[in-house]
């Protein structure tokens, strides 16, 4: 099961988190500058701005910046990595 639902259609997994960057693969792309939103497993809602994609096989990987991000949002991030740490940055 993929990790997060895209508003827009799709479905993505993460791949990283760094602080407020962000990377997932995705099924379907979006551009460089442009808002991304969706859902994960649990219902929290995922918010980031894209800073680059590439396509990579016949998925997409998605870089950005997480937008509004709580501190419970990036421990449930850094959770699904199984990292237990996000090297956050103070909110």
Same mark, same amino acid.
């Given at each position: 099961?993929?990790h997060v639902t895209l $508003?827009?259609?799709?479905?993505?997994?993460?791949?990283?988190?760094?602080?407020?960057?962000?990377?997932?693969?995705?099924? %379907?792309?979006?551009?460089?500058?442009?808002?991304?939103?969706?859902?994960?497993?649990?219902?929290?809602?995922?918010?980031?701005?894209?800073?680059?994609?590439?396509?990579? $096989?016949?998925?997409?990987?998605?870089?950005?910046?997480? %937008? $509004?991000?709580t501190r419970k949002l990036?421990?449930?991030?850094?959770?699904?990595?199984?990292?237990?740490?996000?090297n956050e940055a103070s $909110?």
């Open positions: 099961m993929p $508003d827009k259609g799709g479905q993505a997994d993460l791949v990283s988190l760094e602080a407020d960057r962000i990377a997932l693969r995705s099924t %379907v792309a979006s551009a460089p500058g442009s808002p991304l939103s969706g859902k994960l497993e649990n219902g929290s809602s995922l918010r980031m701005k894209v800073h680059r994609c590439r396509r990579q $096989d016949d998925r997409f990987l998605i870089e950005g910046r997480l %937008v $509004d991000a990036r421990e449930e991030l850094a959770a699904m990595l199984g990292t237990g740490t996000t $909110d």
